[in-house]
């Protein structure tokens, strides 16, 4: 019988507790859970434009639509189409993407501007960063993206 009234009493705590109107609110001030920040979707004109390059095909990209391409130092993207990156670099000279990376080349794949944190610390130029701000307005894409992978380069 005291197992019953106990449990009786711990109830009757509870409803009591619920149904409190005196008792303050408190608010929720932080959150430790970080917000996650998506990578920008392509654009109809943009997938209209990569699906009109041909296989193996690498062209300057003046009207900054590429979901894939690369970045020279000088801030000029071309446009590849997907996985035809080693191909592309071939066209620049280098036998591999990490030759094209180190020379400092920025990879663009899948709408991500790809640091090649996996070779060397890389920097990006004024022309690089010039060039990836237009590709992000042309296209209405949000920077936020971006802007969190670069501020992961200074912590690597």
Known sequence: MADLEKKSF???KLFKMAHQDS??????????NKRLIHKPNPTSSMLIYNNGLSEGECVVDECLLSIHGWLTPDGELFSCRWQQHTKAVNFFGFDTERDAIVAGYIKLSNMKWQ?????????????????????????????????????????E
């Open 10 to 12: 711990n109830f009757d």
């Open 23 to 32: 008792a303050p609110n408190t608010p929720c001030l932080f959150t430790t």
């Open 115 to 155: 640091l090649g944190r996996q070779y060397r610390h890389s920097s990006v130029t004024e022309a690089q960063i010039k060039t990836i701000d237009l590709w992000h307005e042309r296209n209405k894409l949000s920077r936020e993206y971006f802007l969190n992978d670069l501020g992961k380069k200074g912590k």
